[in-house]
């Protein structure tokens, strides 16, 4: 097998070990790293994945049912692309992890487990594709999470369940679109402590709506953010402007249901559930100023130390004390807005410059014009 770690904790992540760690994790390490507050983990490499892959000697079933199938096709219908995913993924889940990477995941979870202090310690089990974040396409929701996951054997099976979510039938079909090869894309899988969030969302530090720079756009609900991520539910949007540090815009949503920890009788650990919001929160906002605001810096520290507009998910996690309980639990660049010109609308006077200035120093410093 190859000499590349089985699994590598977020704050031994060096940058060569990137390209077997997909965006996600290599974001997570980064993010450790720079001393932003993001709940502790590790990766487990593409070299799981190929070493699972090869032992099988599936390779060429996959390449078969994927490619053959919709090459056969004149017309790629939803059914047909559903029927194609489905095939792939059942060969996946017959790969077995080998027995000295299991090891050495094993190995890695109970270190996890002692650095919390909790046995069994919940963790989200988040795939990491090696085509996601790249600079032309962004896979961002076409992979598939897992929330609340104890114990090893878990693990274990959520990291395969990772590995099939490759094939998906929006994942085939994104791949397609954009012209990616099916067999040249593995699969990390980021293991990383669960927080137990009161509220959660996403943030851009630009407005997804025009583009415009100078204000951080966050998206809230309760619960876990999943339901934002997903669409299940129309969060909170809160615009706060990245100078004067003022919120700009408050719309509060009707929050009907959210992504909660839930405990079932039947469960020996409790389940992440779509639950009924109390009548009394519906309409009350998911975050408080105070949060807003340290959301908002949490992004734009890391725009700051990514050197361009980010696509961040952030929780407030219910175990850690007020001011400390904003945490960073993924960081992406944006993709939309940022592969156009940054303009927004004429710069006409000489404050607006000085704004400008103030709010994209890099560009500034560069002597250039943000793409």
């Not at 799981?48 to 996959?62: E, L």
């Not at 990245?242 to 249901?257: F, G």
């Not at 839930?262 to 009924?276: F, Y």
């Not at 919001?277 to 949490?298: C, G, H, K, M």
Request: charged letters at 25%; hydrophobic letters at 40%.
């Amino acid at each position: 097998m190859s000499e590349c770690p089985s699994a590598i904790p977020f704050g031994a992540l060096a940058e060569e070990h990137h390209p077997h760690v997909g965006g996600k994790c290599a974001s997570l390490g980064t993010m450790s790293q720079a001393g932003l507050p993001v709940p502790p983990g590790f990766a487990v490499t593409t070299q799981v994945f190929v070493d699972a892959k090869t032992a099988s000697g599936s390779k060429d079933r996959i390449t078969e049912i994927v490619d053959g199938a919709l090459g056969r096709l004149s017309v790629i219908t939803q059914d047909a692309l559903e029927d194609v995913a489905a095939h792939a993924r059942e060969v996946v889940m017959t790969w077995e992890i080998p027995e000295e990477h299991a090891t050495a995941i094993r190995q890695m979870y109970a270190e996890l487990c002692a650095l919390s202090g909790i046995d069994d310690v919940p963790v989200a089990v988040r795939s990491s594709s090696t085509s996601e974040d790249s600079p032309d396409a962004s896979f961002a929701g076409e992979h598939d999470t897992y929330l609340w996951v104890c114990g090893i054997d878990e693990v274990l099976e959520k990291i395969r369940r990772c590995w099939a979510s490759l094939y998906t039938g929006r994942a085939i079909m994104y791949r397609h679109e954009m012209g990616y090869d099916h067999t040249q894309v593995d699969m990390a899988v980021a293991v990383q402590k669960m927080v137990r969030p009161r509220a959660a969302g996403v943030a851009f530090t630009l407005d997804p709506t025009n583009g415009d720079r100078s204000g951080i756009c966050i998206d809230a609900a309760w619960g876990f953010g999943e339901s934002v991520v997903s669409g299940d539910v129309t969060p909170d949007n809160f615009l706060v402007d990245k100078v004067m540090w003022s919120i700009n815009r408050r719309i509060i949503s009707p929050k009907t249901h959210a992504h909660m920890l839930t405990e079932v009788p039947s469960c020996e650990h409790p389940m992440v559930l779509r639950v009924p919001v109390p009548e009394d929160q519906v309409n009350q906002p998911s975050l408080t100023d105070e949060e807003i605001l340290a959301i908002a810096r949490l992004a734009r520290t890391a725009e700051k130390h990514y050197g361009c507009p980010q696509d961040i998910e952030w929780a407030v996690d219910d175990d850690l004390p007020a001011g400390e309980d904003a945490v960073l639990l993924q960081a992406r660049p944006e993709t939309v807005w940022s592969k156009r010109h940054h303009v927004v609308g004429a710069k006409t006077d000489v404050m607006a410059s000085i704004v400008d200035t103030l709010v994209n120093p890099l560009y500034a410093k560069r002597g250039t014009q943000p793409a």
